[in-house]
């Protein structure tokens, strides 16, 4: 299991709320003296080690960038849509998604070495023109890179439960990241959860009901039926052999 489960912008004009709405979100940014993932070097094979050397200047953006915050339209060479995923493991959700969808972009935010080289070689082998990558901590790149109200999209599948009392401090679902996310996405746009850890889900519902500035797709303010888009990835399916069930959990950023 990854963590977050889990090393290119003028966006679009932004209206004087959202440029104070930018300067509060900073304000209350959390504090990134407890992080919600442990980096560990992973067992890298030699095409993936290849691929950070000789791919890296194609897909990746080093930190710090060059402009802050980022302008996508520099980055991807064009104005689309923008689905961001935090935390995508191995990639195979987002080179997917990236490929099935080229009229949007994608931006793929990962600490994990071997997930990030991973997803390297499948962007250049489905030669993906609408993909980028930052290998650098989630709560980083949404405080200093991502404008506000610039983002369509924002996946989270599968996040660290740190199913330890003594951690659930380093959950990446907590009130502070809840009001930073949603400040990062445009107004109607969408924050996408999937987990399959019970204790962690009824947490996430709790956190992100009491966002004031998202609202639940859900009937009863709970799960929505599993999207049809979402491919089942390898911890999913783990999940479900140990018996877990899965929650997905959609939530829409207020005007």
């Not at 030699?46 to 339209?73: C, K, M």
């Not at 500035?213 to 140990?242: C, D, M, Y």
């Amino acid at each position: 299991m990854p963590h977050v489960r889990k090393p290119a912008p003028s966006g679009p004009r932004r209206s004087p709320r959202a440029s104070s709405d930018a300067a509060a979100l900073t304000e209350i940014a959390p504090h990134r003296g407890i992080r919600s993932f442990v980096v560990r070097a992973g067992r890298m094979t030699a095409g993936q080690e290849r691929a950070l050397v000789e791919l890296w200047p194609r897909y990746g953006i080093d930190w710090p960038p060059a402009t802050l915050p980022l302008d996508f339209s520099l980055i991807f060479g064009r104005t689309a849509p923008l689905t961001l995923e935090i935390g995508f493991g191995n990639g195979a959700t987002l080179a997917h998604l990236a490929a099935a969808n080229p009229a949007r972009n994608y931006l793929g935010v990962e600490v994990h070495r071997p997930g990030i080289g991973h997803l390297l070689l499948a962007a250049a082998a489905a030669n993906l023109e609408n993909l980028r990558i930052f290998g650098r901590d989630a709560v980083e790149v949404l405080t200093q890179a991502i404008p506000a109200a610039s983002v369509d999209e924002i996946l989270i599948q599968f996040p660290d439960p740190w199913p330890k009392k003594r951690h659930h401090k380093r959950r990446l679902i907590q009130p502070g990241f809840a009001l930073l996310a949603a400040g990062r996405l445009r107004p109607g746009g969408a924050l996408r959860l999937a987990t399959d850890w019970e204790e962690y889900a009824l947490h996430m519902q709790e956190v992100l009901n009491a966002c004031p500035l998202l609202k639940n797709s859900a009937v009863g303010a709970g799960a929505i039926i599993r999207p049809g888009w979402r491919e089942l990835t390898k911890f999913e399916q783990r999940g479900h052999e140990l018996g877990h069930a899965v929650r997905d959990f959609e939530f829409i950023r207020a005007a």
